[in-house]
T-cell receptor, first 112, second 112 residues
């Protein structure tokens, strides 16, 4: 039973354009969501997060949108840069218990 | 400032054997979480240690056990290894009570 789903295994985007990564969840108890980026042979690195009381959070080129009614969140990267090529994971937590439930990841490829 | 250090980086074990993986948290972090990441999947929460006690546990059998030492470092032990235990094992540290996780690069365990 996958509670967090990233339905696109990969995404290819032109450098300079917008990258949009999507994540769906099923557990309505989730109250905190995080995005991580992972390069090969490295551990995941935190990118940006959002609490369920908000619908948008921005940090530089990264913006996360949360649609609670649709149980959907998305990560926007503008503009996309070659260094953004990595696997992106969506993770969620319920009731502030700090246990993260992860999606399977989306591999983002930025084309020059 | 050293981040999270995991050892060893790679390990090959035979089915039925036991293994111990080690993690040194980032300076200033007192909480350690362990995750298992199978190929092509997101990390799955194993357990979290705080103040030398297991604070939360995911859906893993008792073959998986851990320990946290007074200096906050941690060990993950897996007994009676199965082929399905082959995965990347990630350690994440955080300041207690926050989502500020820092991940190590992981230990790649192969069970043959």
């Amino acid at each position: 039973d996958q509670q967090v789903k990233q339905n696109s295994p990969s995404l290819s985007v032109q450098e300079g354009r917008i990258s949009i990564l999507n994540c769906d969840y099923t557990n309505s108890m989730f109250d905190y969501f995080l995005w991580y980026k992972k390069y090969p042979a490295e551990g995941p690195t935190f990118l940006i997060s959002i609490s369920s009381i908000k619908d948008k959070n921005e940090d530089g080129r990264f913006t996360v949108f949360l649609n609670k009614s649709a149980k959907h969140l998305s990560l926007h990267i503008v503009p996309s840069q070659p260094g953004d090529s990595a696997v992106y994971f969506c993770a969620a937590s319920a009731d502030s218990n700090y246990q993260l439930i992860w999606g399977a990841g989306t591999k983002l490829i930025i084309k020059p | 400032d050293a981040g999270v250090t995991q050892s060893p980086t790679h390990l090959i074990k035979t089915r039925g054997q036991q293994v111990t993986l080690r993690c040194s948290p980032k300076s200033g972090h007192d909480t350690v979480s362990w995750y298992q990441q199978a190929l092509g999947q997101g990390p799955q929460f194993i357990f979290q240690y705080y103040e030398e006690e297991e604070r939360q546990r995911g859906n893993f059998p008792d073959r998986f056990s851990g320990h946290q030492f007074p200096n906050y470092s941690s060990e993950l032990n897996v007994n009676a290894l199965l082929l399905g235990d082959s995965a990347l094992y990630l350690c994440a540290s955080s300041p207690g009570g926050t989502y500020g996780y820092t991940f190590g690069s992981g230990t790649r365990l192969t069970v043959v």
